[in-house]
């Protein structure tokens, strides 16, 4: 079954407390990209990256870092969280960013107290 | 001005009713058009492209017009199940989609 797949799917931690998200898809899409969504504001784009080795920053990358190591993994990475960053993360990949449907995880409902 | 604006509603209509929605985008680089269905706390999913001559799928049609800058979805025979946001989704050109906030359907009986 073609899907993407992120863990955790539920997160509490701690301020500064150091957390990676990890997102996976069996597509084998080149296209991946990380997004948070807050309410009244949507979905953003945190980063993304358009193949292996190629990253790069989306509209509110500050705190958060991204590797692209593998074709089907893309971890989200916060060195040091605040409650700020508290959110509902979405992995995403597809084909390519233009033309191509986006399939997205299930979602991570982080909270950082 | 967002580079993706739509009304968040909520828009509450009975079943059976017809409803459009709009969304307007500013850059007008802009080559690709989506929309997605987002349930509750659930991953968006592509509902339909919105290709320039127009596309429909059984009961939605999606439009496009290019000189006034939006893109409508119109559904009709509303269902309980169409409850939900639906997400206007917009390429510049450029390696990144932008999603606007989306508009929120509650069908009810």
């Known amino acids: 079954e073609a899907q993407v797949t992120q863990n955790p799917r539920y997160l509490i931690t701690v301020t500064g407390k150091k957390l990676t998200v990890t997102c996976s898809q069996n597509m084998n899409h080149e296209y991946m990209s990380w997004y948070r969504q807050d309410p009244g504001l949507g979905l953003r784009q945190i980063y993304y990256s358009m193949n292996v080795e190629v990253t790069d920053k989306g509209d509110v990358p500050e705190g958060y870092k991204v590797s692209r190591k593998e074709k089907r993994n893309f971890p989200l990475i916060l060195e040091s969280p605040s409650p700020n960053q508290t959110s509902l993360y979405f992995c995403a990949s597809s084909l390519s960013p233009s033309s191509y449907e986006q399939y997205f995880g299930p979602g991570t409902r982080l909270t950082v107290t | 001005r967002k580079e993706v604006e739509q009304d968040p509603g909520p828009f509450n209509v009975p079943e059976g009713a017809t409803v459009a929605f709009n969304c307007t985008y500013s850059n007008s680089a802009s080559q690709s058009f989506f929309w997605y269905r987002q349930d509750c706390r659930k991953e968006p999913k592509l509902l339909m492209s919105?290709?320039?001559s127009g596309n429909e799928d059984g009961r939605f049609t999606a439009q496009l017009n290019r000189a006034s800058q939006y893109i409508s979805l119109l559904i009709r025979d509303s269902k309980l199940s169409d409850s939900a946001t639906y997400l206007c989704v917009v390429n510049t050109g450029t390696d990144k989609l932008i999603f606007g906030t989306g508009t929120r359907l509650q069908v009810f009986p």
């Open positions: 919105v290709y320039s």
